[in-house]
């Protein structure tokens, strides 16, 4: 009996030994492997001042002598900024009519808000809202050509639209 509870003591003995001894020291986890980085988000450009959108960079029409209805050469550009307004409605433009120097003040401002006008119009048919677009003449107090020419004439016969002057 006694060897068998000497056998006992030292088996719990050997037992108690074998757990303590040290610990190996604990390696630190493994570092997550690398992520390549996200490809970098290309910035938000608003399409009014994205120069390879031909249609929205251009923002004056012209017109011919005494006429203010809208040129077919300019009703591409005009739908280009109608769906721009159509999808924008925080946005606003400024259309503003302008004519030659030939005409009394009064027939030139009432003809550049004609065209101010008629270009409103082309406007809203392709999805702009009313209260996006505000019109006004210039009549001939706004030269784009200094000059009394037919070549000066021509680049002074527009309406230009002016987004900037809609933020006011």
Same mark, same amino acid.
């Given at each position: 009996m006694k060897k068998v509870l000497i056998a006992a003591v030292l088996a719990n003995l050997l037992a108690a030994c074998a757990s303590d001894k040290p610990k190996a020291p604990e390696q630190p986890a493994a570092a997550p492997a690398p992520q390549a980085a &996200? %490809? +970098? &988000?290309? %910035?938000?450009?608003? %399409?009014?001042?994205? %120069?390879?959108? =031909?249609?929205l960079a251009k923002r004056s029409t012209y017109f011919p002598f005494d006429v203010s209805a809208v040129q077919a050469e300019d009703k591409a550009m005009l739908e280009a900024h109608g769906k721009y307004l159509k999808y924008r409605p925080h946005r606003k433009v400024r259309v503003e009519g302008n004519c030659d120097e030939r005409g009394s003040n009064e027939y030139n401002l009432a003809l550049g808000q004609r065209r101010a006008d008629s270009v409103k119009k082309a406007l809203l048919a392709n999805g702009a809202k009313a209260e996006q677009v505000d019109t006004l /003449?210039?009549?001939? /107090?706004?030269?784009? +050509?200094?000059?009394?020419?037919?070549? =000066?004439?021509?680049q002074n016969r527009r309406a230009d639209l002016n987004y900037d002057a809609a933020k006011k």
């Amino acid at each position: 009996m006694k060897k068998v509870l000497i056998a006992a003591v030292l088996a719990n003995l050997l037992a108690a030994c074998a757990s303590d001894k040290p610990k190996a020291p604990e390696q630190p986890a493994a570092a997550p492997a690398p992520q390549a980085a &996200a %490809p +970098a &988000a290309k %910035p938000v450009v608003d %399409p009014l001042n994205d %120069p390879n959108n =031909a249609d929205l960079a251009k923002r004056s029409t012209y017109f011919p002598f005494d006429v203010s209805a809208v040129q077919a050469e300019d009703k591409a550009m005009l739908e280009a900024h109608g769906k721009y307004l159509k999808y924008r409605p925080h946005r606003k433009v400024r259309v503003e009519g302008n004519c030659d120097e030939r005409g009394s003040n009064e027939y030139n401002l009432a003809l550049g808000q004609r065209r101010a006008d008629s270009v409103k119009k082309a406007l809203l048919a392709n999805g702009a809202k009313a209260e996006q677009v505000d019109t006004l /003449s210039y009549g001939e /107090s706004k030269p784009k +050509a200094e000059g009394h020419n037919e070549e =000066a004439w021509k680049q002074n016969r527009r309406a230009d639209l002016n987004y900037d002057a809609a933020k006011k």
